[in-house]
């Protein structure tokens, strides 16, 4: 049975009413490509180095991705408490962050690599940074005995020795031959 058209009508109206709205947000941030990586208007695994080099996006996620993970153990803690943040599927949010955000670091990681070949003794820093990391996620479990002043330490005292390894890859460049020496302002390339 074929719809007459005094049904038809209203049928088109309510679909150009639905279909205005989807058109009308256009405004909307769109999906980009922000500090070589795709995603929204922000970026989430480099927010401070949008635009700029593989190795800044690289720096400045490992000090970002650190944090939020550390964020979501401190939830874990204030929801549990210390003794019990590690108990059964208590630490499920923390072990989540940190598999994500290995996986987020990934590009970023390999990119700055790529761009330190200027200076082995940068790949090398860039390498030992990135073991540090590893090492401070998976270190941020609470010990056994630990006071809160002593976890709070410990896992504060993270940002130092990376901000120490980051000066160091810095000047490691810096140093590298003016030939082979990456500029300052060059923009990165996205990881493949």
């Known amino acids: ?14 679909a150009a009413t639905l279909a205005v709205p989807a058109a009308a947000q256009s405004y909307l941030p769109q999906s ?9 208007a922000h970026n989430y695994i480099c927010p401070n180095a949008d635009g700029g080099r593989a190795l800044d996006c690289y720096l ?8 939020m993970c550390r964020h979501v153990k401190s939830i874990e803690i204030i929801e549990f408490g210390y003794e019990a943040s590690d108990r059964g599927t208590n630490s499920a949010k923390s072990e989540y962050c940190v598999d994500k955000q290995k996986l987020n670091i990934t590009r970023p990681y390999q990119a700055a690599l790529r761009e330190a070949t200027v200076s082995k003794q940068a790949v090398d820093g860039v390498r030992g940074l990135h073991e540090l990391w590893n090492a401070s996620l998976v270190a941020l479990k609470w010990r056994p005995g630990e006071s809160d002043d002593d976890y709070k330490s410990r ?16 000047q490691y460049l810096a140093g590298a031959p003016a030939g082979r020496a990456v500029a300052a302002g060059t923009p990165a390339k996205a990881p493949r």
């Open 155 to 170: 896992t504060a005292a993270v940002y130092a020795a990376i901000d120490e390894r980051i000066v160091a890859i810095r």
């Open 60 to 67: 400045d996620a490992v000090r970002h991705l650190y944090t």
């Open 32 to 40: 980009r490509m922000i500090g070589g990586n795709p995603g929204p």
């Open 1 to 14: 049975m074929p719809i007459s058209p005094t049904r038809l009508l209203p049928i088109a109206l309510v």
